[in-house]
């Protein structure tokens, strides 16, 4: 079960509505019956976490998974020569009765990772403005990604927002990429996947339009969300997230000046996920010690997902049980305001 926006203007509207007038409408949704992936079955997750791995390679690369006779369609976007953002995939069953939307993470520019790639820019900048608390103000030393910093631990939340809306995210782009879709598939069920920034992104697609989504290893969205005016459906539980606790990224705990993301330039200080999260505690479970290098996907399809996970077998499952994160509580050391003179520390 799933609720849609009765119509895609309705929802456009309210959501100007609250950006530019701060006005919250009573916003009319549809529960629709979808068929979606299978979550709770392993090797669904391990599938699409490896439709997921693809949308970072181009189908020659010897990485590249064989998804076999099941999935015959494969169309890329954003991968053209001069392409610097948004990219991945759409996959499609033999019959087009399935299309699922796979968009890429991060390149990440870490200091000794390699070659960033032509996406890295544009992907740091949409990482500091979905997950940071204040335009990536880490530390008097960073330049910060937009102009709404105040004096001391303030912050301008209406300049935030502000920023969050220019056509510079991905986010607009994949709402276009999504529109296309519908029309190219209309009879088809459309899942959303993703990793890391992607499977944010990814789950921002599922509030907007009700589709299933699985994100992997995917900072916290929810206040993106907020942030982008998104008006919230009844329910979230279509969008489920998939990671564990060793990914300090996933985790919220990839923050600070010293922490391995603010080396590479990342602020990353969200935390709370939308929908209900499968967590895989790697650390307590399996011995993982917390380090940035487990937030590849291919940890997750090697590690994780590729043979049976004991603690879940030993209660009978294939997987963790995916539950609603409850009381969770990010930026709290921030002053968020509206009236801040516009005056930096």
């Given at each position: 079960?799933?609720?849609?926006?009765?119509?895609r203007?309705?929802?456009?509207?309210?959501?100007?509505?609250?950006?530019?007038?701060?006005?919250?409408?009573?916003?009319?949704?549809?529960?629709?019956?979808?068929?979606?992936?299978n979550?709770?079955?392993?090797?669904?997750?391990?599938?699409?976490?490896?439709?997921t791995?693809?949308a970072?390679?181009e189908?020659?690369?010897?990485d590249?998974?064989?998804?076999?006779?099941?999935?015959?369609t494969h169309e890329?976007f954003?991968w053209?020569?001069?392409a610097?953002?948004?990219r991945?995939?759409?996959?499609?069953?033999?019959?087009?009765?399935?299309?699922?939307?796979?968009?890429?993470?991060?390149?990440a520019?870490?200091?000794?990772?390699g070659?960033?790639?032509?996406?890295?820019k544009?992907d740091?900048?949409?990482?500091n403005?979905?997950?940071?608390?204040?335009?990536?103000?880490?530390s008097?030393?960073w330049?910060p990604?937009?102009?709404c910093?105040?004096?001391?631990w303030?912050?301008d939340?209406?300049c935030?927002?502000?920023?969050?809306v220019?056509?510079?995210?991905?986010?607009?782009?994949?709402?276009n990429l999504?529109?296309?879709?519908t029309?190219m598939?209309?009879?088809?069920?459309?899942w959303?996947?993703?990793?890391?920034?992607?499977?944010?992104l990814?789950?921002?697609l599922?509030?907007?339009?009700?589709?299933?989504?699985?994100?992997?290893?995917?900072p916290?969205?929810?206040?993106?969300?907020?942030r982008?005016h998104?008006?919230?459906p009844?329910?979230?539980?279509?969008?489920?997230h998939v990671?564990h606790?060793?990914?300090?990224?996933?985790?919220?705990?990839?923050?600070?000046?010293l922490?391995?993301?603010?080396?590479?330039g990342?602020?990353?200080?969200?935390?709370?996920?939308?929908?209900?999260?499968?967590?895989?505690?790697?650390?307590s479970?399996?011995?993982?010690?917390?380090?940035?290098?487990?937030?590849?996907?291919?940890?997750v399809?090697?590690?994780?997902l590729?043979?049976?996970?004991?603690?879940?077998?030993?209660?009978?499952?294939?997987?963790?049980?995916?539950?609603?994160e409850?009381?969770?509580?990010?930026?709290?050391?921030w002053d968020?305001?509206?009236?801040?003179?516009?005056r930096?520390?």
């Amino acid at each position: 079960m799933t609720h849609k926006p009765r119509s895609r203007d309705s929802f456009v509207n309210a959501r100007w509505r609250s950006i530019h007038e701060g006005q919250s409408m009573q916003f009319p949704w549809d529960e629709d019956e979808v068929d979606g992936p299978n979550v709770e079955d392993r090797e669904t997750l391990l599938m699409l976490a490896e439709m997921t791995y693809n949308a970072y390679v181009e189908p020659a690369d010897p990485d590249w998974y064989d998804l076999g006779d099941g999935w015959p369609t494969h169309e890329p976007f954003g991968w053209e020569p001069d392409a610097d953002g948004f990219r991945g995939y759409v996959f499609a069953t033999s019959d087009n009765s399935t299309v699922v939307l796979s968009i890429k993470g991060t390149t990440a520019s870490f200091p000794g990772w390699g070659a960033s790639g032509p996406t890295a820019k544009k992907d740091k900048l949409n990482d500091n403005l979905l997950f940071s608390c204040c335009c990536a103000k880490v530390s008097w030393t960073w330049t910060p990604v937009c102009d709404c910093h105040r004096r001391g631990w303030k912050c301008d939340l209406n300049c935030v927002q502000e920023a969050l809306v220019e056509e510079s995210l991905f986010y607009p782009i994949g709402t276009n990429l999504y529109n296309n879709l519908t029309f190219m598939y209309p009879e088809a069920n459309i899942w959303v996947i993703g990793h890391s920034l992607g499977g944010a992104l990814a789950s921002l697609l599922g509030v907007t339009f009700g589709a299933p989504v699985v994100a992997f290893e995917s900072p916290g969205e929810r206040m993106a969300s907020g942030r982008l005016h998104l008006p919230q459906p009844p329910s979230t539980h279509h969008i489920t997230h998939v990671y564990h606790t060793a990914d300090p990224i996933a985790m919220g705990t990839c923050n600070g000046y010293l922490s391995a993301c603010a080396a590479g330039g990342y602020a990353m200080e969200s935390k709370c996920h939308l929908g209900k999260s499968i967590v895989y505690d790697t650390v307590s479970n399996a011995s993982w010690a917390v380090d940035i290098r487990t937030h590849t996907i291919k940890t997750v399809i090697d590690r994780i997902l590729s043979s049976p996970w004991p603690p879940a077998v030993d209660n009978g499952r294939d997987v963790p049980v995916a539950e609603v994160e409850e009381d969770c509580v990010e930026c709290y050391s921030w002053d968020f305001g509206e009236s801040f003179q516009n005056r930096t520390s």
